[in-house]
């Protein structure tokens, strides 16, 4: 006792500052958890001009996302390209929580606006864009710079950030914009090669006379015309790329209720649709029809494309800009964000570009990168945070793990180099090697060579095994030259050029043609193991369309510009240089053809951008920190662990009850009592039920029940011992509350045996037969979790609980993502558990659940507890009744006319009524009295009703 009592007066002190160190970090670890604050929402629709010589006007859907203090700078926020204002909801919410007023619409042609689509044309969306800012400069809850002006940035992805260049572009009034996985000139992007939209001759051409065409991107083209008429969401792949630091599979996140919707004047109902051409423009579904069928484009549809590209306005744009686009993008390439930060910056402007591991065909951006998208509008419309600066960032994708998570890692560079890096620095020469070889173009393009699947190169990207069973190369349509081993990794970032010779194959191998021929190849560079294992970065192609070649065989020499790239070739591994001359996600040429082609230089020019890992730095002081730190948590380890030893608290008379809490409150700092003076006992076979609306104080205490955190007061007693964090008796629960992780690629077996290794008791105590049986996973349990749905993950991480059999099991939410035969078979695991003499704990928000499974409940509300006892009796205590009758009108009166008895209302032949103390045999000796026949009489035994009456809703 002696050294007890030293030890208590020596440490005290210390203990004391580290237990109120650690209070602060419980406080914000256990409110990570709590709900969001509510973003309300008004939806209005906006009258736009039908075009810009007519008097009509049309509707645009529009919704309002308020936050909770305004006036506030306020964010345009467009959709991609077959969605509409529902399709952004999520980050239109996260903007509003992070204080700015969001307007989001639906483009004309899409969702509930009317119109019709006309690909963001200068003349129409982004007029329709410009109408919004005049709006927005009238609403009160919207900060301005001045009269009709408001405090405004853009953003949006693929269409909705084209929309947003292009608005910066002709209106001055925005202050900055943030454009994601977007392009810059429409024809480059679906016509590949050709000219410039800047730079096209608008002379009147020659009946039946082609502009210099480019290389028609079929496939992305036909689902890009697609997504306009069935509303396939071009900027929403299907999920959000992978993040580094994130071990998941990017899942897209789910979209997050709002409240106080207002309608300030009826939606417009969709336009009718035009035949073939859907919702599209004439003059859209004319351009599509011609290079669909023709493969080129005429001079009335370059003139259709260059009014949507931001290319026509970028030289106007001095808003700051951050330019996001994905490695993973086989519609908008890396290409495409390189001439809008070339053409931008070179107006003086401010000009960030992050190129991240998604896209189009990768995923659009994780909470990460959505974050740093609104610290940038944060900063340059509210002054807020640090300047997020110029530069440029770069994801490296790296090794994949078993799993098959990527590895993932974000490079900083001081400047943006541009796409093929710094003239005379900033890349390396690679020797290819090949002789020259002759390629033959089939007639009608078939069979063609497979680079990827436009929209679904996520999937590929996961696995290079899959990608080189993807990328296949006709035999004899591709010429392929190969580099040595490379002796170190060579990080690629940008995009490789190479020069070579191209010449037509006459006579009997080839074309018998007489004139100048040209030819469609198309060029890329995959990364090799030297194992007939192949990865084609990002699934890119390079088209070219090579013009003059003599009829004599004579050869021409061309500079080929690879896709860009983000790729680490590791030592060991090979470049290897493909020209195929065809693909099928493009328009191949039909004739039959041949083609010599050669290395015209030996090199191939590798882009290389130096830069520094993102990883923070920690300063030696907040070394010595945390040292300290941890040094002060072992003394009180130490301290608790002889504390514990010598000050044994257990209490014979409850050493039999599973559970007993009395007087329990957990109060935090600001005057926050997530639990207040709470106390419940549960016995032996029970199934108790713990009920509550969110923040009632369900998780916190369970959270003190499992020693996670400290109870300000009051105690918790287990068979009569107290529990303390760490205290021997937890080993006696069984808990499934924070959520299972599982190895997927081990079978649920493994993964139970693992865990209890984990535990370091003895494996004959796991009792892992028992457990499964009970669980009802059955042959499932030798199969790997990842093939698991999650009804057999439910039930595996409660057969992991049971595991040992404790006396006392606690489950939070155990039937959540459970279908309803799910929930029956977890509904039957409970009973049988608890059946053999143990005792369940459930925390749970389905009353109807806790209904049929619990045999008692206790229902808690702003941390205090308002009812405890057998469900039965909870579910009457309000003195409910129903009477079937065979008059229901007539005894809904005689009740009525009953002293005390009140909520009275019909039902069918039903009655119900709050009899408030009256006995329910002089309410049925009063309908009798009337000549009511009554069949039937008895409590209402809802729960539901019990619930909402205890809490007060």
Same mark, same amino acid.
């Given at each position: 006792?002696?050294?007890?009592?030293?030890?208590?007066?020596?440490?005290?002190?210390?203990?004391?500052?580290?237990?109120?160190?650690?209070?602060?970090?419980?406080?914000?670890?256990?409110?990570?958890?709590?709900?969001?604050?509510?973003?309300?929402?008004?939806?209005?629709?906006?009258?736009?001009?039908?075009?810009?010589?007519?008097?009509?006007?049309?509707?645009?859907?529009?919704?309002?996302?308020?936050?909770?203090?305004?006036?506030?700078?306020?964010?345009?926020?467009?959709?991609?390209?077959?969605?509409?204002?529902?399709?952004?909801?999520?980050?239109?919410?996260?903007?509003?929580?992070?204080?700015?007023?969001?307007?989001?619409?639906?483009?004309?042609?899409?969702?509930?606006?009317?119109?019709?689509?006309?690909?963001?044309?200068?003349?129409?969306?982004?007029?329709?864009?410009?109408?919004?800012?005049?709006?927005?400069?009238?609403?009160?809850?919207?900060?301005?710079?001045?009269?009709?002006?408001?405090?405004?940035?853009?953003?949006?992805?693929?269409?909705?950030?084209?929309?947003?260049?292009?608005?910066?572009?002709?209106?001055?009034?925005?202050?900055?914009?943030?454009?994601?996985?977007?392009?810059?000139?429409?024809?480059?992007?679906?016509?590949?090669?050709?000219?410039?939209?800047?730079?096209?001759?608008?002379?009147?051409?020659?009946?039946?006379?082609?502009?210099?065409?480019?290389?028609?991107?079929?496939?992305?083209?036909?689902?890009?015309?697609?997504?306009?008429?069935?509303?396939?969401?071009?900027?929403?792949?299907?999920?959000?790329?992978?993040?580094?630091?994130?071990?998941?599979?990017?899942?897209?996140?789910?979209?997050?209720?709002?409240?106080?919707?207002?309608?300030?004047?009826?939606?417009?109902?969709?336009?009718?649709?035009?035949?073939?051409?859907?919702?599209?423009?004439?003059?859209?579904?004319?351009?599509?029809?011609?290079?669909?069928?023709?493969?080129?484009?005429?001079?009335?549809?370059?003139?259709?494309?260059?009014?949507?590209?931001?290319?026509?306005?970028?030289?106007?744009?001095?808003?700051?800009?951050?330019?996001?686009?994905?490695?993973?993008?086989?519609?908008?390439?890396?290409?495409?964000?390189?001439?809008?930060?070339?053409?931008?910056?070179?107006?003086?402007?401010?000009?960030?570009?992050?190129?991240?591991?998604?896209?189009?065909?990768?995923?659009?951006?994780?909470?990460?990168?959505?974050?740093?998208?609104?610290?940038?509008?944060?900063?340059?419309?509210?002054?807020?945070?640090?300047?997020?600066?110029?530069?440029?960032?770069?994801?490296?994708?790296?090794?994949?793990?078993?799993?098959?998570?990527?590895?993932?890692?974000?490079?900083?560079?001081?400047?943006?180099?541009?796409?093929?890096?710094?003239?005379?620095?900033?890349?390396?020469?690679?020797?290819?090697?090949?002789?020259?070889?002759?390629?033959?173009?089939?007639?009608?393009?078939?069979?063609?060579?497979?680079?990827?699947?436009?929209?679904?190169?996520?999937?590929?990207?996961?696995?290079?095994?899959?990608?080189?069973?993807?990328?296949?190369?006709?035999?004899?349509?591709?010429?392929?030259?190969?580099?040595?081993?490379?002796?170190?990794?060579?990080?690629?970032?940008?995009?490789?050029?190479?020069?070579?010779?191209?010449?037509?194959?006459?006579?009997?191998?080839?074309?018998?043609?007489?004139?100048?021929?040209?030819?469609?190849?198309?060029?890329?560079?995959?990364?090799?193991?030297?194992?007939?294992?192949?990865?084609?970065?990002?699934? +890119? %192609?390079?088209?070219?369309?090579? #013009?003059? /070649?003599? !009829? *004599?065989?004579? &050869?021409?020499?061309?500079? $080929?510009? @690879?896709?860009?790239?983000?790729?680490?070739?590791?030592?060991?591994?090979?470049?290897?240089?493909?020209?195929?001359?065809?693909?099928?996600?493009?328009?191949?040429?039909?004739?039959?053809?041949?083609?010599?082609?050669?290395?015209?230089?030996?090199?191939?020019?590798?882009?290389?951008?130096?830069?520094?890992?993102?990883?923070?730095?920690?300063?030696?002081?907040?070394?010595?920190?945390?040292?300290?730190?941890?040094?002060?948590?072992?003394?009180? +380890? %130490?301290?608790?662990?002889?504390? #514990?030893? /010598?000050? !044994? *608290?257990?209490? &014979?008379?409850?050493?039999? $009850?599973? @559970?007993?809490?009395?007087?329990?409150?957990?109060?935090?700092?600001?005057?926050?009592?997530?639990?207040?003076?709470?106390?419940?006992?549960?016995?032996?076979?029970?199934?108790?039920?713990?009920?509550?609306?969110?923040?009632?104080?369900?998780?916190?205490?369970?959270?003190?029940?499992?020693?996670?955190?400290?109870?300000?007061?009051?105690?918790?007693?287990?068979?009569?011992?107290?529990?303390?964090?760490?205290?021997?008796?937890?080993?006696?629960?069984?808990?499934?509350?924070?959520?299972?992780?599982? /190895?997927?690629?081990?079978?649920?077996?493994?993964?139970?045996?693992?865990?209890?290794?984990?535990?370091?008791?003895?494996?004959?105590?796991?009792?892992?037969?028992?457990?499964?049986?009970?669980?009802?996973l059955g042959d499932a349990i030798d199969r790997r979790v990842r093939t698991y749905s999650q009804g057999m993950r439910q039930r595996l991480a409660i057969a992991q609980a049971m595991l040992g059999l404790p006396d006392?099991?606690?489950?939070?939410?155990?039937?959540?993502?459970?279908?309803?035969?799910?929930?029956?078979?977890?509904?039957?695991?409970?009973?049988?558990?608890?059946?053999?003499?143990?005792?369940?704990?459930?925390?749970?928000?389905?009353?109807?659940?806790?209904?049929?499974?619990?045999?008692?409940?206790?229902?808690?509300?702003?941390?205090?507890?308002?009812?405890?006892?057998?469900?039965?009796?909870?579910?009457?205590?309000?003195?409910?009744?129903?009477?079937?009758?065979?008059?229901?009108?007539?005894?809904?009166?005689?009740?009525?006319?009953?002293?005390?008895?009140?909520?009275?209302?019909?039902?069918?032949?039903?009655?119900?009524?709050?009899?408030?103390?009256?006995?329910?045999?002089?309410?049925?000796?009063?309908?009798?009295?009337?000549?009511?026949?009554?069949?039937?009489?008895?409590?209402?035994?809802?729960?539901?009703?019990?619930?909402?009456?205890?809490?007060?809703?």
């Open positions: 006792m002696a050294l007890s009592s030293r030890l208590r007066g020596r440490w005290s002190l210390p203990a004391l500052v580290l237990v109120v160190a650690l209070v602060g970090a419980v406080v914000v670890w256990t409110r990570q958890g709590d709900d969001p604050v509510p973003v309300s929402t008004r939806d209005a629709v906006i009258d736009v001009p039908e075009s810009p010589d007519s008097d009509r006007t049309i509707g645009i859907d529009t919704t309002l996302y308020l936050p909770t203090r305004t006036p506030a700078p306020a964010v345009l926020l467009a959709h991609g390209f077959g969605g509409g204002k529902a399709s952004v909801t999520t980050q239109a919410t996260e903007l509003a929580r992070a204080g700015f007023v969001v307007l989001t619409w639906s483009a004309r042609g899409f969702g509930r606006s009317a119109g019709q689509i006309e690909l963001n044309s200068l003349d129409h969306e982004v007029q329709d864009a410009r109408k919004l800012l005049d709006w927005l400069a009238t609403r009160e809850e919207v900060r301005t710079d001045g009269p009709g002006d408001p405090k405004v940035g853009v953003t949006g992805g693929s269409y909705g950030g084209a929309l947003a260049l292009s608005l910066a572009g002709v209106d001055k009034r925005v202050d900055t914009i943030a454009p994601v996985i977007t392009f810059n000139d429409l024809t480059q992007a679906l016509l590949p090669n050709a000219a410039s939209t800047t730079d096209v001759d608008t002379t009147t051409p020659a009946p039946g006379a082609f502009a210099d065409d480019g290389v028609f991107k079929r496939s992305w083209a036909g689902i890009f015309f697609a997504a306009g008429l069935t509303g396939g969401d071009l900027a929403s792949p299907g999920q959000e790329a992978a993040e580094p630091g994130r071990d998941d599979d990017g899942q897209q996140a789910a979209e997050v209720p709002q409240t106080g919707t207002g309608t300030e004047r009826p939606t417009t109902p969709r336009t009718p649709t035009n035949g073939s051409c859907g919702r599209f423009a004439p003059t859209v579904c004319a351009a599509y029809t011609e290079v669909a069928t023709t493969g080129k484009a005429g001079r009335t549809t370059l003139d259709v494309l260059r009014r949507a590209s931001p290319a026509t306005v970028a030289g106007s744009i001095t808003a700051p800009t951050l330019l996001v686009q994905g490695e993973q993008d086989t519609l908008f390439g890396l290409d495409q964000a390189d001439a809008n930060a070339r053409q931008i910056s070179a107006n003086g402007t401010k000009v960030k570009t992050i190129w991240y591991s998604g896209g189009h065909d990768g995923g659009s951006p994780g909470p990460e990168l959505r974050a740093r998208i609104a610290d940038w509008l944060a900063y340059h419309l509210d002054g807020r945070g640090t300047d997020p600066g110029t530069g440029f960032e770069y994801t490296v994708v790296g090794a994949f793990r078993s799993s098959g998570a990527q590895s993932l890692r974000t490079v900083v560079a001081g400047d943006y180099p541009g796409l093929q890096g710094r003239p005379g620095t900033g890349r390396r020469a690679v020797a290819l090697d090949g002789d020259e070889q002759v390629v033959v173009n089939p007639a009608g393009g078939n069979p063609a060579a497979v680079s990827g699947l436009p929209g679904l190169g996520s999937v590929v990207s996961r696995s290079s095994a899959l990608s080189s069973r993807l990328s296949l190369d006709v035999p004899g349509q591709a010429a392929t030259f190969t580099s040595a081993e490379v002796a170190s990794q060579i990080l690629v970032t940008g995009a490789a050029t190479v020069r070579l010779r191209v010449s037509a194959v006459t006579g009997p191998q080839g074309s018998a043609a007489t004139g100048p021929a040209e030819a469609v190849l198309f060029a890329k560079l995959y990364d090799t193991d030297g194992e007939q294992s192949r990865t084609l970065p990002g699934s +890119a %192609v390079a088209p070219i369309r090579v #013009r003059g /070649l003599p !009829a *004599d065989g004579s &050869p021409v020499e061309v500079t $080929v510009t @690879l896709p860009g790239i983000v790729r680490p070739v590791e030592g060991g591994h090979r470049f290897q240089l493909v020209v195929s001359t065809t693909d099928q996600a493009y328009a191949n040429a039909v004739e039959p053809a041949a083609y010599r082609i050669s290395l015209a230089a030996p090199d191939l020019s590798v882009p290389v951008v130096p830069g520094v890992n993102a990883t923070s730095e920690v300063p030696a002081t907040a070394l010595w920190g945390i040292a300290v730190v941890l040094l002060a948590c072992l003394a009180a +380890a %130490v301290i608790a662990w002889f504390r #514990r030893r /010598l000050t !044994a *608290d257990l209490d &014979p008379e409850l050493a039999r $009850v599973p @559970l007993v809490i009395e007087g329990l409150t957990k109060s935090y700092p600001g005057g926050l009592r997530a639990v207040n003076d709470l106390s419940f006992r549960v016995e032996h076979g029970q199934v108790l039920g713990l009920l509550g609306p969110n923040g009632a104080g369900k998780t916190t205490t369970l959270r003190m029940l499992m020693g996670l955190i400290q109870p300000t007061d009051g105690t918790i007693r287990v068979f009569g011992h107290r529990v303390r964090p760490g205290a021997p008796v937890l080993s006696r629960i069984g808990s499934f509350v924070e959520g299972s992780g599982f /190895l997927p690629h081990l079978s649920g077996a493994a993964n139970l045996r693992l865990y209890w290794a984990a535990t370091g008791r003895p494996a004959e105590q796991a009792h892992v037969a028992e457990a499964l049986e009970i669980a009802g006392l099991l606690v489950l939070d939410e155990p039937a959540n993502g459970l279908d309803p035969p799910q929930i029956h078979q977890m509904r039957e695991v409970l009973r049988r558990y608890a059946a053999a003499g143990r005792t369940v704990l459930v925390s749970s928000h389905l009353l109807a659940e806790v209904e049929q499974t619990c045999s008692h409940v206790v229902v808690m509300h702003k941390g205090a507890l308002v009812a405890a006892g057998p469900v039965e009796e909870v579910a009457t205590g309000g003195g409910e009744a129903t009477f079937r009758v065979d008059r229901p009108a007539e005894a809904a009166t005689v009740l009525g006319d009953l002293d005390g008895v009140h909520n009275v209302h019909v039902d069918g032949d039903q009655v119900h009524a709050s009899l408030n103390g009256t006995p329910r045999a002089e309410a049925l000796k009063a309908l009798v009295a009337a000549g009511v026949e009554v069949d039937q009489a008895g409590p209402r035994r809802r729960l539901e009703d019990a619930f909402l009456e205890l809490v007060g809703e």
